[in-house]
């Protein structure tokens, strides 16, 4: 990117960020102002932003269990909303054809059609990112969310196969290598350890065996970067590899949001066009609630998966881009599109900061649509007769778990919202649950009381660890609440909540280290080194 771009997507990143808004919308504003100054996509920009999504859909494989999409809600749910969604949307444009609205005149079935299935799609790169922020992509609305979005990528690839008239290579058959030699690429994952090594193998896992030899055999190198992703997600160092794919991939999808902006250069028309259909997408978002009711999400758990699926996406325009190739489409839908992308994200994101208010406000009316039979995962939460709860069982929470079990013989029960850390803790032994202590829900249903004394607050997100201490103090605990935070300026406000003890992650790992090291003096097998 020019150092203008650069420039520019900061400043209005920044200033977004500034009014409590994600920065995509400044990234996207940035676009669209540099699109007005007489700026162009750029070959060297479009690299950039494919290398952003190529690198989110792979780090979205590695925290991705296939078994997800094998579940009625999420591959019925997307079945289903992409069926009705196209027909709705169809028919909505039917209804611009007859009120002779410009653009929507020249229409034919075909063509509605093709746009209802262009629009029907969610923007993948969004959703992720709202769930990321939010650190809720192991929730289970986050796993519903993800899975929709995957299925909807396997629907997109289908439609470009059919539309190119081209079936992949021969040689797509061969892909199913893939999957006995995902072997070795986890014994290579052991290996490389967790520098510069380990980045520079997440680019070549994502980018060579998963983009570039998918696309070398006819099938989409997107899909390609999402399936080798997904080979290696049961892995345990995937953690640390997507976490030192972060930074990169968030660099890159600046250039997407920027580019985004920079592909639309609408007239009047167009601008009234893709306003009108943004009207239309609360349409969109009511089947993709009503839906998540029917296959018995909570009420939370559906308006929250359904905000973070409400927005059009870059697959719109891609779809349309092959249609408008093809002579199905005139190259002026492609702007209305792009123009539409654009608006439902700056639509979204503030939706989505506003999820939580929005749900507590027509939590009630929305409560008669959700199921009499729940699913598991959405069940009341019961603690039990425990002494101590950790919320947030990663590595600081587990090692927090044991420390109460062995030296302090606590009753302690472990929540989280991550089924596979569950599994892997209830094989050792600890007593955990499924849990979401951001769920406002998850609160409703608790009963705090009883020998309950004691609450670690180990949630790697701040905002959730402060959620979190809110309800407590809201309903009156009486207890102790400890909390750690990665961040100094993180101590404040959780002091101010009312937190007993705060801990600062480094400051206290090498606090322990010293004090480790400090009682080894006194060991037998320690030998003073001169």
């Keep these: 990117m020019e150092p203008l771009m650069i420039a520019l997507a900061f400043a209005a990143g920044f200033a977004v960020q500034l009014v409590r808004l994600p920065p995509l919308i400044g990234f996207l504003a940035a676009g669209f102002a540099l699109n007005a100054m007489g700026f162009e996509r750029t070959p060297a920009l479009d690299t950039i932003a494919n290398l952003g999504v190529t690198l989110l859909l792979f780090t979205i494989g590695l925290k991705l269990d296939i078994k997800t999409l094998l579940k009625t809600e999420v591959w019925a749910s997307a079945s289903l909303h992409i069926v009705g969604s196209t027909l709705l949307l169809a028919g909505v444009l039917f209804v611009f054809k007859l009120m002779g609205l410009a653009l929507a005149t020249e229409l034919g079935w075909t063509a509605m059609v093709l746009l209802g299935f262009a629009l ?223 608006g439902s994200f700056v639509l979204a994101a503030p939706l989505n900061a506003a999820s939580e208010k929005l749900y507590a406000r027509y939590k009630v009316p929305l409560s008669r649509l959700e199921s009499s039979t729940l699913l598991a995962a959405d069940q009341p939460i019961h603690l039990g007769e425990v002494d101590a709860v950790v919320l947030g069982m990663g590595r600081i929470g587990s090692g927090a778990y044991e420390r109460l079990v062995a030296e302090h013989g606590l009753r302690v029960l472990g929540v989280d919202n991550n089924p596979d850390k569950l599994t892997a803790h209830l094989a050792a032994g600890r007593e955990v649950i499924e849990g979401d202590a951001v769920d406002s829900d998850f609160w409703d249903k608790l009963v705090v009381g009883g020998p309950l004394k004691l609450v670690l607050l180990a949630m790697p997100s701040h905002a959730g660890n402060l959620y979190a201490l809110q309800q407590l103090k809201h309903r009156a605990f009486a207890g102790h609440i400890a909390a750690i935070v990665q961040y100094r300026d993180e101590i404040a406000p959780l002091r101010e909540l009312g937190a007993d003890a705060v801990f600062h992650v480094a400051d206290e790992a090498g606090t322990a280290f010293a004090d480790d090291a400090v009682a080894g003096l006194g060991s037998p097998g320690f030998a003073r080194r001169v």
């Design 120 to 342: 029907s799609f969610s923007s993948t790169v969004f959703a992720v990112k709202v769930l990321e922020d939010r650190s809720e992509l192991g929730s289970l609305y986050g796993r519903v969310a993800i899975g929709i979005l995957v299925m909807q990528d396997v629907f997109a690839v289908i439609f470009l196969s059919a539309s190119s008239g081209q079936l992949p290579s021969p040689w797509a058959l061969c892909l199913v290598l893939l999957w006995p030699a995902a072997k070795l690429m986890k014994r290579a994952l052991d290996r490389v350890g967790h520098g510069d090594l380990q980045v520079l193998y997440g680019a070549f896992l994502s980018l060579v065996v998963g983009y570039s030899l998918f696309e070398a055999v006819g099938v989409k190198g997107d899909l390609g970067a999402l399936i080798v992703g997904m080979l290696l997600a049961s892995h345990p160092a995937t953690a640390g590899l997507a976490k030192s794919l972060f930074h990169l991939k968030e660099l890159f999808l600046v250039g997407f949001f920027i580019s985004v902006g920079l592909g639309a250069l609408p007239n009047l028309s167009m601008v009234v066009m893709a306003a009108l259909l943004l009207l239309a997408l609360p349409l969109k978002s009511a089947l993709y609630h009503l839906l998540l009711m029917r296959f018995g999400l909570r009420t939370r758990s559906g308006v929250l998966s359904t905000l973070a699926l409400t927005n059009y996406s870059e697959f719109g325009l891609i779809v349309a881009a092959i249609a408008a190739t093809a002579g199905w489409l005139s190259a002026e839908w492609l702007v209305v599109i792009s123009l539409a992308l654009a």
